[in-house]
Each structure stands twice: as structure tokens, then as C-alpha cells.
């Protein structure tokens, strides 16, 4: 099975939050990362979070570890249509160089 | 200045051709991959290098044979073309240790007809 899953699709209102999930199975997960993709375009480090941390927020963005549960979340506060984008989750152990990605999410925001 | 640039962006050829996309990193960065993105947008790691030399290959048809020339440079050959191999393939670079963060290309969307 994948390494790294996340739901496909998520459809929000202009001006909610987006929350953004993602489970991994590698107890060793040392980065774990969230990459945004617009049309058209390669991916972009949004932000990433030390397994050593509960939490990291960065402007509009709010990312949330259970490293217990194996879970990360991606909160977008006050989403707007230029969100829109396909986010993935990402994870990395230290000694590794190669970050194992998730399938993508399809934030879609419409007015 | 493009960090990561690949070249062509756009790819349209017949089955059973040969044909190549560079990628060149301007970052210093000792770490170079191949990802394929399918049309469902699922990402694959297909090689990685580290310092021109292979130390990640997943398991990709030998048709497909990545040659890095210097450290900067990692460019795709893909021989025998088939339509299975129709993607977008992007190129990555891996930055400072400490946070493991890759820097993608624009891709290369290739189409074989």
C-alpha cells in the first residue's frame, strides 16, 4: 500500500478554512512537508514541519502533526480562489533522499 | 534567473521514437531527480543523483536512461517511445540537508501518438 495517502478532492466557499489531511506510515518521518501545484506549473514547498513539533503556523497557513497517529493536517484560514491547486503531502526520514509523496488533494474554491 | 529549468516544455512525438529532456539546476545543489506525473497526478520518483552519480533507481524500463554530465545537469533519454510513456516529467533538486526541500522544474509534458 502507499506509504503516504490523502483524499483526493476538497470543495470549499471563498472565505472558509480548508483543512487539508494526510496520514503516513513511517514511524522514522523526520520532515514531513506540504507542496502546493497550480496548473501547469512544478511543485512548491508551502511549508514543512519537524517531527519534533505539534505545530507551525505561517501567515494563512496552519500545519497540525499528531506524530502518535501518524496524521498532518493543512489548515488554509480564509481561502481564496487563487488557492485553488493541488496540494500534496510529502515525508522524508533523515537519512533518506527521497521524499515519498501522497497522491495530491484538488482544493477547489468557488465563489 | 529559472532555479530548476527544463527544456522542451512540450513534447509531441510518435511511438518508437527516441527523444531527450534536459534539466539544469543553477542552486549548487548536489542532488538531482526524475519524477513522472501521471494523468491522475500521481508523482513517481524514477532516478535520483547525487553528485553525478546514480544512487536511486526505482523501477523504470530500461528504455529510460537518465546521464548527468556534471552536478548541474540530469537529463532524460527515453528510446523506444510508447504511449504509456505519455506524462509530464519533472526535474528536482534536493536543497540544504537540514529541511530536504525540492525544487521542481516547470515539467516537461510529453505526448507519444
Known amino acids: 500500500g502507499e506509504d503516504v495517502e490523502q483524499s483526493l478532492f476538497l470543495s470549499v466557499r471563498e472565505g472558509d478554512s480548508s483543512v487539508i489531511n494526510c496520514t503516513y506510515t513511517?514511524?522514522?518521518?523526520?520532515?514531513l512537508y506540504w507542496y502546493k501545484q497550480e496548473p501547469g506549473a512544478g511543485l512548491q514547498l508551502l511549508t514543512y514541519?519537524?517531527?519534533?513539533?505539534d505545530m507551525k503556523q505561517d501567515q494563512r497557513l496552519t500545519v497540525l502533526l499528531n506524530k502518535k497517529d501518524k496524521h498532518l493536517s493543512l489548515r488554509i484560514a480564509d481561502t481564496q480562489t487563487g488557492d485553488s491547486a493541488i496540494y500534496f503531502c510529502a515525508e522524508k526520514s533523515g537519512g533518506s533522499y527521497i521524499p515519498t509523496f501522497g497522491r495530491g488533494t484538488s482544493l477547489i474554491v468557488h465563489p | 534567473d529559472t532555479a530548476v529549468s527544463q527544456t522542451p516544455k512540450y513534447l509531441v512525438t510518435q511511438m518508437g521514437n527516441d527523444k531527450s529532456i534536459k534539466c539544469e539546476q543553477n542552486l549548487g545543489h548536489d542532488t538531482m531527480y526524475w519524477y513522472k506525473q501521471d494523468s491522475k497526478k500521481f508523482l513517481k520518483i524514477m532516478f535520483s543523483y547525487n553528485n553525478k552519480e546514480l544512487i536511486i533507481n526505482e523501477t523504470v524500463p530500461n528504455r529510460f536512461s537518465p546521464k548527468s554530465p556534471d552536478k548541474a545537469h540530469l537529463n532524460l533519454h527515453i528510446n523506444s517511445l510508447e504511449l504509456g510513456d505519455s506524462a509530464v516529467y519533472f526535474c528536482?533538486?534536493?536543497?540544504?540537508?537540514?529541511?530536504?526541500?525540492?525544487?521542481f522544474g516547470e515539467g516537461s509534458r510529453l505526448t507519444v501518438l
Open positions: 513511517d514511524s522514522s518521518s523526520t520532515y
Open positions: 528536482a533538486s534536493m536543497g540544504a540537508a537540514n529541511t530536504g526541500e525540492l525544487f
Open positions: 514541519i519537524f517531527s519534533n513539533m
